[in-house]
C-alpha cells in the first residue's frame, strides 16, 4: 500500500494527481491512517484526481479511509474526484463515504386528553379479557393434569406438596393469628363505641363472630396469602423460566403443571383452609379481648352469647370459600411465573401483576360468594 503524488499532466500541471497502490483493508489501518493525514497535509487546497486502479483489494475500513481523504481535501479549499477501480470497489467508496441526511422527525400528534384515557380503558378491558381467556385455559390444563394423577397416584409430588404446604400453612400461623388479633379488636372497638348510644354493646359478640366467621377470616387469609406465598410462588417459577429450568424439565419428557404447579395449588388450597379457620378463633379472641377490656362485657357473658350466634351455616360459608380462594390465588401465581421473560424486570413486573390480580379476585369472588349466599338464604 502506497500514495504517490506528482503534477497532474492531463490537467495542464496545474492539479496533482495522487496514485494509490496496495491493500486498503482493516489489516493495515493504522499506516493507512498515517498515509491519508500525510496526503491531506500536502495536498490540502489542491486540485486532486485519485487515481486509485493500483488498489488490489479495499473493503469498508478502506472505502472509509478514501472517503475521509476526499473530504478533508475538501475542506481545506481543494476538490478531490477518484478515477480508476474497479466497479464493485467505486460502489462500496461511494457507499461508504454517503452521510446520513438528518431527516425531519415527525411531529408528535397531539391526543385529546379524552382520547388517551379512553383508549387506556379500552387496553385495559382488553388485556382483562385476555387475562380471562388464559386462566381459563391454565385451569382446564390443572385440571386435567388433576385428574390424571388421581388415575395415577403414585405420580403425585406427595413430598413437594408437603413442603409447599409447611411454607404456606405452618409458617404462616403467627402473622396470620396477629392479623386477624388485631383486626377483630379494631372491628370490635369500633362497634362497641357506636353500640353504646344505644344501649346495645352487648351484640357486639354477635356482630364480631358472625363476620369473623362468614367474612374476616376467610378474606383476610386469602388476602395475606396472595402476597406472602403468592408472590413467592410468581418469583420462584419465574426465576425457572429465566433460568432454562422449565424448559429442561420439558426435555426429560416431565409435565411442569404435574411437577412443579400443581403441588404448590393444592398446598394453597388446603394451607388457606386450615388458616382461614384460626384465623377466624383469632378474630373473635380479639373482639373478645377488646370487649372485655373496652367495653366492660365479661368474659363468661362473651362465651355464652357466642355460641348462640354461630350457627352451622355461618362455618359453613366461611369455610366453603376458602378452597376456591386458594385455587384462584395459586393459578394466578403460577400462570404470572410461567409468563415471566428473560429479564429481572419482567421477573419484577409479573411478581407485581401476580399480588395485585390475586387481592383483585379475591375480593371479587367473595362479592359472588356473598350473593350467592344470600339469593339462596343461607
Same mark, same amino acid.
Given at each position: 500500500?502506497?500514495?504517490?503524488?506528482?503534477?497532474?499532466?492531463?490537467?495542464?500541471?496545474?492539479?496533482?494527481?495522487?496514485?494509490?497502490?496496495?491493500?486498503?483493508?482493516?489489516?493495515?489501518?493504522?499506516?493507512?491512517?498515517?498515509?491519508?493525514?500525510?496526503?491531506?497535509?500536502?495536498?490540502?487546497?489542491?486540485?486532486?484526481?485519485?487515481?486509485?486502479?493500483?488498489?488490489?483489494?479495499?473493503?469498508?475500513?478502506?472505502?472509509?479511509?478514501?472517503?475521509?481523504?476526499?473530504?478533508?481535501?475538501?475542506?481545506?479549499?481543494?476538490?478531490?474526484? /477518484?478515477?480508476?477501480?474497479?466497479?464493485?470497489?467505486?460502489?462500496?467508496?461511494?457507499?461508504?463515504?454517503?452521510?446520513?441526511?438528518?431527516?425531519?422527525?415527525?411531529? !408528535?400528534?397531539?391526543?385529546?386528553?379524552?382520547?388517551?384515557?379512553?383508549?387506556?380503558?379500552?387496553?385495559?378491558?382488553?388485556?382483562?379479557?385476555?387475562?380471562?381467556?388464559?386462566?381459563?385455559?391454565?385451569?382446564?390444563?390443572?385440571?386435567?393434569?388433576?385428574?390424571?394423577?388421581?388415575?395415577?397416584?403414585?405420580?403425585?409430588?406427595?413430598?413437594?406438596?408437603?413442603?409447599?404446604?409447611?411454607?404456606?400453612?405452618?409458617?404462616?400461623?403467627?402473622?396470620?393469628?396477629?392479623?386477624?388479633?388485631?383486626?377483630? !379488636?379494631?372491628?370490635?372497638?369500633?362497634?362497641?363505641?357506636?353500640?353504646?348510644?344505644?344501649?346495645?354493646?352487648?351484640?357486639?359478640?354477635?356482630?364480631?363472630?358472625?363476620?369473623?366467621?362468614?367474612?374476616?377470616?376467610? /378474606?383476610?387469609?386469602?388476602?395475606?396469602?396472595?402476597?406472602?406465598?403468592?408472590?413467592?410462588?410468581?418469583?420462584?417459577?419465574?426465576?425457572?423460566?429465566?433460568?432454562?429450568?422449565?424448559?429442561?424439565?420439558?426435555?426429560?419428557?416431565?409435565?411442569?403443571?404435574?411437577?412443579?404447579?400443581?403441588?404448590?395449588?393444592?398446598?394453597?388450597?388446603?394451607?388457606?383452609?386450615?388458616?382461614?379457620?384460626?384465623?377466624?378463633? !383469632?378474630?373473635?379472641?380479639?373482639?373478645?379481648?377488646?370487649?372485655?377490656?373496652?367495653?366492660?362485657?365479661?368474659?363468661?357473658?362473651?362465651?355464652?352469647?357466642?355460641?348462640?350466634?354461630?350457627?352451622?351455616?355461618?362455618?359453613?360459608?366461611?369455610?366453603?370459600?376458602?378452597?376456591?380462594?386458594?385455587?384462584?390465588?395459586?393459578?394466578?401465581?403460577?400462570?404470572?411465573?410461567?409468563?415471566?421473560?428473560?429479564?429481572?424486570?419482567?421477573?419484577?413486573?409479573?411478581?407485581?401483576?401476580?399480588?395485585?390480580?390475586?387481592?383483585?379476585?379475591?375480593?371479587?369472588?367473595?362479592?359472588?360468594?356473598?350473593?350467592?349466599?344470600?339469593?339462596?338464604?343461607?
Amino acid at each position: 500500500m502506497a500514495i504517490s503524488a506528482e503534477p497532474d499532466a492531463a490537467g495542464g500541471g496545474v492539479g496533482q494527481l495522487l496514485r494509490l497502490s496496495g491493500e486498503w483493508t482493516g489489516r493495515h489501518a493504522a499506516d493507512l491512517e498515517q498515509l491519508v493525514a500525510d496526503a491531506v497535509m500536502r495536498l490540502g487546497g489542491h486540485q486532486v484526481r485519485v487515481d486509485i486502479a493500483g488498489i488490489s483489494r479495499v473493503d469498508t475500513v478502506g472505502a472509509l479511509l478514501l472517503g475521509r481523504l476526499r473530504r478533508e481535501i475538501a475542506a481545506a479549499g481543494g476538490s478531490a474526484t /477518484l478515477e480508476g477501480g474497479r466497479p464493485e470497489q467505486r460502489i462500496l467508496i461511494d457507499a461508504a463515504d454517503r452521510e446520513p441526511q438528518d431527516t425531519p422527525a415527525p411531529k !408528535a400528534r397531539r391526543e385529546n386528553a379524552g382520547y388517551g384515557l379512553v383508549a387506556d380503558i379500552g387496553r385495559g378491558v382488553l388485556s382483562s379479557v385476555t387475562d380471562l381467556k388464559s386462566w381459563v385455559v391454565f385451569l382446564g390444563a390443572v385440571v386435567a393434569t388433576l385428574g390424571r394423577v388421581m388415575l395415577r397416584p403414585r405420580s403425585f409430588r406427595f413430598t413437594s406438596f408437603v413442603h409447599h404446604l409447611e411454607l404456606v400453612g405452618l409458617r404462616a400461623v403467627p402473622i396470620i393469628a396477629l392479623i386477624s388479633f388485631l383486626v377483630g !379488636a379494631i372491628i370490635a372497638q369500633q362497634s362497641i363505641f357506636q353500640l353504646r348510644a344505644f344501649g346495645a354493646t352487648v351484640f357486639v359478640v354477635d356482630l364480631v363472630g358472625i363476620l369473623s366467621m362468614r367474612e374476616l377470616g376467610v /378474606l383476610l387469609t386469602a388476602i395475606m396469602l396472595a402476597g406472602r406465598s403468592g408472590s413467592a410462588f410468581t418469583a420462584e417459577i419465574g426465576s425457572m423460566k429465566m433460568r432454562e429450568e422449565i424448559d429442561a424439565i420439558r426435555v426429560m419428557a416431565l409435565d411442569a403443571i404435574e411437577v412443579l404447579i400443581l403441588p404448590r395449588i393444592l398446598a394453597l388450597v388446603v394451607g388457606i383452609t386450615l388458616l382461614s379457620f384460626l384465623a377466624t378463633l !383469632a378474630s373473635i379472641a380479639g373482639g373478645a379481648f377488646v370487649a372485655v377490656v373496652y367495653g366492660g362485657i365479661s368474659l363468661d357473658v362473651f362465651l355464652t352469647r357466642l355460641p348462640t350466634t354461630l350457627t352451622m351455616e355461618s362455618f359453613l360459608v366461611g369455610t366453603l370459600k376458602a378452597p376456591f380462594m386458594g385455587m384462584v390465588i395459586g393459578l394466578i401465581a403460577t400462570i404470572e411465573g410461567l409468563n415471566v421473560e428473560g429479564s429481572a424486570e419482567s421477573l419484577g413486573r409479573r411478581t407485581t401483576a401476580s399480588v395485585v390480580k390475586s387481592i383483585f379476585m379475591v375480593i371479587v369472588l367473595d362479592g359472588l360468594f356473598a350473593m350467592f349466599f344470600a339469593a339462596i338464604g343461607y
